[in-house]
């Protein structure tokens, strides 16, 4: 995968989302398969490899268009969780959306900052644009 690639990026106060490089999905991989991370759903989800480079596509670039998915970091370039849309529907204008953040970074308001920014990029790069 081409990791010069114009990753989109928005900055907070406590993180910032960025798209990851394509390398950056052994964080996706160690974050799916902890179940400290993933209890809250019921069960860890295996990335192996191999389905990288097709969710790379589908989320990322090139993306489908009715996915978007950006890892979260904290303000000294760790990666600490995920916050994406699926499912995007233009008639409606309805899309599934989903958070997660490394258990160990929880209660500091990350989540809550990270949500708000992914709501800017669907508002104001997705729907205004249709």
């Known amino acids: 995968m081409n990791n010069k690639l114009n990753l989109y990026r928005r900055n907070g106060k406590k993180v910032y989302i960025r798209q990851p490089k394509f390398t950056e999905l052994s964080f996706v991989e160690s974050l799916w398969s902890n179940k400290e991370n993933m209890g809250e759903i ?7 490899k191999e389905k990288w480079d097709m969710f790379y596509r589908k989320m990322v670039q090139p993306t489908d268009g009715k996915n978007f998915y950006c890892l979260i970091y904290s303000l ?3 990666a600490i ?7 995007y ?7 599934r959306i989903n ?5 160990m970074h929880r209660r500091k308001g990350y989540g809550e900052e990270a949500l ?5 990029y669907y508002f104001l790069n997705l729907v205004e644009r249709q």
Not at 99 to 103: A, E, V
Not at 116 to 120: A, G, N, V
């Open 42 to 48: 019921g069960k860890t989800y295996s990335f192996p």
């Open 116 to 120: 708000k920014l992914l709501l800017e």
């Open 99 to 103: 958070i997660k953040i490394h258990h």
């Open 89 to 95: 529907n233009s008639a409606t204008k309805v899309a």
């Open 76 to 78: 000294d370039e760790k």
């Open 81 to 87: 969780g995920e916050v994406s849309f699926h499912g």
